[in-house]
């Protein structure tokens, strides 16, 4: 038997059409030799440190760091009924399909179930990037030796061990650390959040801590024979901040009364053809900010849309493919009175 293993049910479904698995059983599919099933994102979770050791139970400073000898995972509770359909089934494979997405986190949730499950068979990748017909074929057709990614496989394991690694020991510490100075709420730290967080709490500081300071810029409208351009005045580096900015009013009046009216020369102008790139298409942060700016959306809300319109009708938003485009872009780089 052939089995073909998914990350999410709606993925099992979209690539047992295209290989024939009609026929319907307990979390799976089936048709000829061939078998798709499907996981839950990841089914097994990493321990907790008491799951180790009871003595983690209680935070104590001369317990750290833990650094579990070998790395142990539990089955999630609430998808324990389909771990036991996929191990169930891995037991009579010949040869195990890794549909899962693909990307690191996509091999590790297939191959951390097949590690468990001792399984020493033959593996393969099926690259599936989109669900759509055309996309699933495409992937059918090219399918890649398993030997060829399981190094994504190394790497989830790599990023998951150390979020673990960071996550419990330094929250422990400064929880500890912070209950030393009467701070009784546990302190989380993360290798994502806490580094998010503070980004967060820098920028209010500045904002806080920001004091506005009044510069000054001089524009003319110069006019010529071919028409009118506007240009402004480069501040000299002794009235400059270090934005290049003018901080001195009376020098800028000064300027502005012995060039008003005067007639100027162009010294130096520059105009040459430019290749100008369609814009990339929405990731999933710029689709969010779009939303939220046009529609007033929140994150989690365009998230859901997103999921929905890329499981059910294989479509997601993008922005619309524009040809790369040649234009003329002038320059003014120096005007002299």
């Given at each position: 038997?052939?089995?073909?293993i998914?990350?999410?049910p709606?993925q099992?479904?979209?690539l047992?059409?295209?290989?024939?698995?009609?026929?319907?059983?307990?979390g799976?599919?089936?048709?000829?030799e061939?078998t798709?099933?499907?996981?839950?994102?990841?089914?097994?979770?990493?321990k907790?440190p008491?799951?180790y050791?009871p003595?983690?139970k209680?935070w104590?400073l001369?317990?750290?760091p833990i650094?579990?000898?070998?790395?142990?995972?539990?089955v999630k509770?609430?998808?324990?009924?389909q771990y036991k359909?996929?191990?169930?089934?891995?037991?009579k494979?010949?040869?195990?399909?890794?549909?899962?997405?693909?990307d690191?986190?996509g091999?590790?949730?297939?191959?951390?179930?097949l590690?468990?499950?001792?399984y020493t068979g033959?593996i393969?990748?099926?690259?599936?990037t989109?669900?759509?017909d055309?996309?699933?074929?495409r992937?059918?057709?090219s399918i890649k030796?398993g030997?060829?990614?399981?190094p994504?496989?190394?790497?989830?394991?790599?990023r998951?061990r150390?979020?673990w690694?960071?996550?419990m020991?330094?929250?422990?510490?400064f929880?500890?650390l912070?209950?030393?100075?009467?701070?009784?709420?546990?302190?989380?730290i993360?290798r994502?959040?806490?580094?998010?967080?503070?980004l967060?709490v820098?920028?209010d500081?500045?904002?806080?801590?920001?004091?506005p300071?009044p510069y000054?810029?001089l524009w003319?409208?110069?006019c010529?024979?071919?028409?009118?351009?506007?240009?402004?005045w480069?501040?000299?580096d002794e009235?400059?901040d270090?934005?290049?900015?003018?901080?001195?009013?009376?020098?800028?009046?000064e300027t502005?009364?012995?060039?008003n009216?005067q007639?100027?020369?162009v010294?130096?102008?520059?105009?040459k053809?430019?290749?100008?790139?369609?814009?990339?298409?929405?990731?999933l942060?710029?689709?969010?900010?779009?939303?939220?700016?046009?529609?007033?959306y929140?994150?989690?809300?365009?998230l859901?849309?997103?999921?929905?319109?890329?499981?059910?009708?294989?479509?997601?938003?993008?922005r619309?493919?524009?040809?790369?485009?040649?234009?003329k872009?002038s320059?003014?780089t120096?005007?002299?009175?």
């Open positions: 038997m052939n089995l073909y998914c990350e999410k709606s099992g479904r979209d047992a059409r295209i290989i024939g698995c009609t026929s319907k059983g307990n799976c599919m089936s048709g000829g061939n798709v099933t499907w996981c839950v994102g990841h089914l097994l979770e990493l907790e008491s799951e050791d003595r983690y209680k104590n001369d317990d750290l650094v579990p000898d070998k790395f142990a995972y539990n509770k609430t998808a324990s009924d359909i996929i191990r169930d089934l891995v037991k494979a010949s040869a195990v399909y890794i549909a899962t997405d693909y690191r986190e091999e590790a949730i297939a191959r951390s179930l590690e468990r499950f001792r033959q393969k990748r099926v690259c599936l989109a669900l759509d055309v996309s699933i074929r992937a059918l057709g030796n030997s060829e990614t399981e994504l496989y190394q790497s989830a394991l790599g998951s150390a979020d690694l960071v996550g020991n330094l929250s422990r510490l929880s500890i912070g209950r030393q100075m009467g701070f009784s709420e546990p302190i989380q993360g994502v959040i806490t580094p998010t967080v503070t967060v820098n920028r500081l500045e904002i806080e801590n920001f004091v300071v000054y810029e003319i409208t110069a010529t024979e071919k028409g009118n351009f506007k240009a402004k480069q501040t000299p009235y400059a270090e934005s290049g900015r003018c901080l001195n009013y009376e020098k800028t009046l502005a009364d012995r060039i009216n007639t100027g020369t010294t130096k102008a520059e105009t053809r430019q290749k100008e790139a369609p814009p990339l298409p929405f990731d942060t710029s689709l969010q900010q779009y939303a939220s700016k046009h529609w007033g929140t994150a989690q809300k365009t859901s849309i997103a999921q929905s319109l890329y499981e059910v009708h294989k479509l997601l938003p993008t619309a493919p524009i040809p790369v485009i040649f234009r872009a320059w003014l120096s005007l002299q009175f």
